[in-house]
């Protein structure tokens, strides 16, 4: 039997007493990417944490591949908020990389000259092999952004999860990221993405989630990513979205 | 031969003195995993909290036994970063204010049970006050020889969980997304802090611990950008402290260890501020006045050009 990816079914969560994500279910088709969508207190990091298990959920299940979390570490990926760390730490940037490479390597067993290799294959890939050696702190946000992916990559997992990877990186950086998404898509992996951005919405993604609070669409970006359910994501909260969604699909027809 | 050489020859100076240098290398290491997880305070309320364990296990047993104080410490601190964590989980107060009120009335309560037992009149209790300042001289064979079975116990198991603890300091939540049980991970962090403060006390005492954790790792820090030669450091530069220290208060002058050790690893760390390659104070002056040399040449160069220039059109 094939199973999905990621199935979502019933999830809720909260941070203190208040329910941030409210009884949640769809199941990610593989192969795609997928884009988190919704206002600011959505609920979008939130969602990634609750189905890494980083923040308890209230109710709910979430089985990747057909079995819990729990069994399938191994294969997912997860790049979190830049700014949830510390960059001023005393490490490189080839050493952050192979960082990916620790839940492979389980207790106690140091990394070695395989994955020192496998980091710097995963660096190439985001054209970042020239800073290997660089303290973490002497990168532009970009740079910083870009090791945090080849990280990912080096866990060599199925499943992504990205937590706002576009956030304060350049135009050539959001290019480069969204290259690499492909390549991975065409490699039969899946990735949720949350993003922000809703102008290119359409150009990167094949699927979208709209969140807030509760899930207000899913579904492929063609059906599901209509001004009428963005409407309902915002609330009706920024007219100018409004105008914009329209425009766009009114030029797209 | 000089009066000061004297003290290497005596073997049980030499013991303490070699106590005392790995507690510094040990709490040099633990300081710098603490100092980069932002819990440079925490050492210092672990130290002020075990002063009424000690007590506490020294009034129910009646006799200085460094293991029962270590249970006595240990339990209290374990009471502290539970009431810390819950006033900054459960109230407004942010974690340094809870901080602050734990450490102090820990240590006040350590203090009124300490001046009690001063005064009950049990024979045994001489050198107890010693835990508030430390007096290494003070130290007997048994002691130096859990101060160093510790201290190896301590950086071996540091050595081991390098990986982890890089990781746990680095990002807890991707740790966490791999499989690590970070919880537990972070407890264990926090017992191995515990336990050198608890075997530090006696020789460098409660109210200055925590500088021996803290101010070596933060010299370190200067020095490199890499975690492991940072740690390294921090040890080495924690033993020096350490042996200075003692080598000074156990030479006669009767000082007490603590604050001299604290001195002299501030010392290190005033050394390493000002002249660390990179960092340092001198070496940004340095970096920052090239820069400026460099850019002034390349616009006179520029401006002599265009000097050149126009005279020639001219």
Known sequence: MNHSPLEIRGLSAAYQKKPVLRDISFTAPEGSLIGIIGPNGAGKSTLIKAVLGLIPRLSGDVTIYGKPYAQQRKIIGYVPQRESIDWDFPTSALDVVMMGRYGHLGWFRRPGGQERRMAMECLAKVGMSDYAGRQISQLSGGQQQRVFLARALAQDASLYFMDEPFVGVDAATEKAIITLLNELKQQGKTVLVVHHDLNTVKEYFDWVVLLNVQLVASGSVDSTFTADNLQRTYGGRLAILERDAHSELINQT | ?314
């Open chain 2, 1 to 314: 031969m000089p009066d000061w050489f004297i003290i290497f020859l005596d073997p049980n100076a030499r013991w303490i003195l070699l106590g005392c240098m790995l507690l510094g290398f040990s709490s040099g290491i633990i300081g710098s995993f603490s100092y980069l997880r932002k819990q440079s305070l925490m050492g210092d309320a672990l130290a002020h909290a075990a002063l009424p364990g000690v007590c506490i296990a020294f009034m129910l047993s009646g006799s200085k036994s460094i293991g029962l104080f270590l249970i006595g410490a240990a339990a209290a601190g374990f009471i502290a970063t539970f009431g810390i964590g819950y006033i900054t989980r459960h109230t407004r107060i942010k974690q340094d204010s809870a901080l602050a009120i734990v450490l102090s009335v820990f240590f006040g309560l350590g203090t009124v049970l300490l001046t009690h037992i001063q005064h009950s009149g049990n024979s045994n209790q001489s050198g107890l006050d010693k835990f508030l300042f430390g007096q290494a001289a003070s130290l007997v064979g048994d002691d130096v020889m859990v101060m160093s079975v510790t201290s190896l116990l301590l950086a071996g198991i540091c050595t081991l969980l390098y990986k982890e603890f890089k990781l746990l300091s680095f990002d807890p939540g991707f740790a966490r997304g791999l499989g690590y049980p970070v919880a537990f991970l972070d407890q264990l962090m926090m017992f191995l802090m515990v336990v050198v403060v608890v075997v530090g006390i006696q020789a460098v005492g409660i109210v200055l611990m925590a500088a021996l954790l803290i101010t070596p790792a933060v010299s370190a820090r200067y020095w490199t950008e890499k975690l492991g030669v940072m740690v390294v450091l921090a040890g080495l530069f924690g033993a020096l402290s350490g042996m200075a220290g003692t080598f000074i208060s156990a030479n006669g002058s009767n000082l007490p260890t603590g604050p001299l050790t604290v001195l002299a690893s501030t010392a290190v760390f005033l050394v390493s501020l000002g002249f660390a390659p990179g960092r340092g104070l001198v070496s940004k002056l340095l970096i920052h006045r090239t820069a400026r040399r460099r850019y002034t040449q390349q616009l006179a160069s520029t401006a002599g050009y265009e000097l050149e220039r126009k005279e020639k059109a001219l």
